[in-house]
């Protein structure tokens, strides 16, 4: 033990006590030889800090690391409960300089590995490696069968963090168990997060975690920002604050497809951005959020997905199977023609409001869709700018036609448009199929005259048995088709230009 532990000074210097009856009190590394310049390996001198107090101590242990850089060569140990381990922002900064691959900066795990450990903190310092040129696979931290660990203010502060293949190198690897607070973090990596199981619980693996203002940057171009181990049972997540998942693959990938695994339910995603990633669209592409339950597992219950955007045009948007219990509020995605923008699979009890898709030819699709559902299954979207609509699904840009610019309303599909039409003019009205009905409501602007018009497609007839009507005499028809196909109002009035209003409505 270095001599300026036997005796710690207080404050004021009126009264020396013995280093054993201060371990409550905030040590320093440097008080255990570390020096910090960048160039003296300062792992032992690290080590020999969260070792402190002796073994057999019962005591809460307070380590600060002072501005510098600490060149670190292998990995430093947190095996036992109650420590915390702070320094003064991104000035500390730990640089690792591992001789081989596959090594971990600082391991988080009971010094019996079979037991829990619990109450760790992590907070306000730097992560660098070997940089412009990384050269081993990596970690920075790993928590295994840990509870209540929070983690702040650390910072990958440049794009070191990479190497290796599959997943690479990872910020954080997450082992169990629960209630960590991972918040206020710029993680660079080629993975920033994964999430693995516990080797000491099936049960308790993902649970009780908030996850808060994150900038997760994806090194790696074929890896999520956060990845769950096939089999890892998420439950009572939460992850807000405006986060946000740059580059790679995408921002969140499960799948849990064939595996049997504890119920996952009440995962809240909130303020989470996709953007600028590096992955193609389509069937083959990455997503925004990728959340895959399985058809073997039971169901996911209570999946919140609110105020979440996919600004991405190399990325699909959403892909969700196997939930009970779905709200998505507010989310937008798919930017790109052909892309996969909103995809549910085998989803009960679903609530959809403000859908956002960016293009006409992204794909959207409702599968074995069951039980309650406030948006109707179709192919069509809400029109972005009518106030009146409390629910609905819309697309941003587009031409203004029925087979885009739907809504559907306490599952009711809806449309309306207001277009000039001369003589022969025709106004598309949405599709119907052999036996659907709709109501069309027709006004015409430019006087107290009748103007004919009618109805051609599918074969169209009214509810008084023409497909004709006089828009001031009958105005508001019902529809029933008895064919397939695409729909047309023409106006008849001989030669007038005359502002027509359709709303439709129907099944």
């Known amino acids: 033990m270095p001599a300026s532990l036997n005796f710690l000074s207080d404050a004021d210097g009126a009264q020396a006590r013995p280093a054993a009856e201060k371990m409550g009190d905030v040590i320093s590394v440097k008080d255990f030889g570390a020096v910090g310049d960048g160039m ?14 002796p073994a057999g101590a019962n005591a809460y242990t307070s380590i600060y690391i002072p501005p510098g850089s600490y060149l670190l060569s292998d990995t430093i140990r947190i095996d036992k409960s109650h420590v915390r381990l702070f320094g003064a922002g991104d000035k500390s900064c730990l640089y690792f300089a591992p001789s081989s691959t596959g090594k971990i900066l600082m391991m988080v795990q009971h010094s019996e590995p079979s037991q ?3 109450q760790i903190a992590l907070e306000s310092f730097g992560i660098r490696a070997e940089y412009p040129t990384p050269t081993y696979a990596k970690t920075a931290i790993k928590l295994v069968d840990a509870s209540n660990v929070t983690i702040r203010n650390v910072n990958i502060l440049d794009l070191s963090w990479s190497g290796g293949t599959g997943l690479g190198s990872i910020a954080l690897h997450l082992c169990g168990r629960d209630t960590h607070k991972i918040s206020d973090c710029i993680f660079t990596a080629d993975t920033p997060i994964y999430g693995d199981k516990n080797p000491n619980s099936t049960k308790y693996q993902f649970d009780c975690h908030t996850f808060w203002t994150l900038w997760l940057q994806t090194i790696k171009s074929s890896n999520y920002a956060i990845r769950f181990a096939p089999g890892v049972n998420p439950s009572n997540w939460v992850m807000g604050g405006n986060s946000l998942a740059l580059q790679g693959f995408g921002g969140i990938y499960l799948n849990n497809e064939g595996e049997t695994t504890e119920t996952p339910s009440m995962i809240h995603i909130d303020s989470f951005r996709v953007e600028s990633g590096t992955g193609s669209g389509g069937d083959a592409g990455g997503y925004g959020i990728f959340m895959d339950f399985g058809t ?6 209570n999946l ?3 105020n979440c955007s996919v600004n991405d045009p190399t990325c699909n948007g959403y892909h969700i199977k196997g939930v009970s219990g779905l709200l998505a509020d507010n989310i937008n995605c798919g930017f790109a023609s052909g892309n996969n923008a909103f995809i549910l699979n085998d989803v009960a009890n679903a609530n959809i409001r403000s859908l ?7 794909i959207v699709q409702f599968n074995d869709m069951f039980a309650q559902y406030v948006v109707k299954l179709a192919s069509a979207f809400a029109h972005p ?3 009146s609509i409390a629910v609905g699904i819309y697309t941003h840009y587009d031409s203004d036609g029925p087979s885009r610019n739907l809504v559907y309303e306490n599952g009711v599909r809806k449309w309306s448009r207001t277009q000039t039409m001369s003589n022969a003019g025709e106004m598309e009205l949405p599709a119907l199929t052999d036996g659907q009905s709709m109501r069309v409501s027709v006004s015409c602007a430019g006087g107290g005259a009748d103007y004919n018009v009618t109805f051609t497609g599918a074969s169209l007839i009214s509810s008084a048995g023409s497909a004709a009507f006089t828009v001031g005499g009958t105005g508001d028809v019902s529809l029933v088709s008895n064919g397939s196909g695409s729909n047309k109002l023409v106006n008849v009035a001989l030669g007038a230009n005359r502002v027509f209003n359709v709303t439709t409505a129907g099944s």
């Open 40 to 53: 003296t390996d300062d792992r032992a001198a690290f080590q020999a800090a969260l070792d402190w107090p």
């Open 116 to 118: 829990l450990i619990a």
């Open 296 to 301: 073997g597992n039971p169901a996911c219950t």
């Open 304 to 306: 919140q997905l609110t």
């Open 356 to 362: 956002g898709i960016g293009d006409d030819a992204a």
């Open 385 to 387: 700018t009518n106030p």
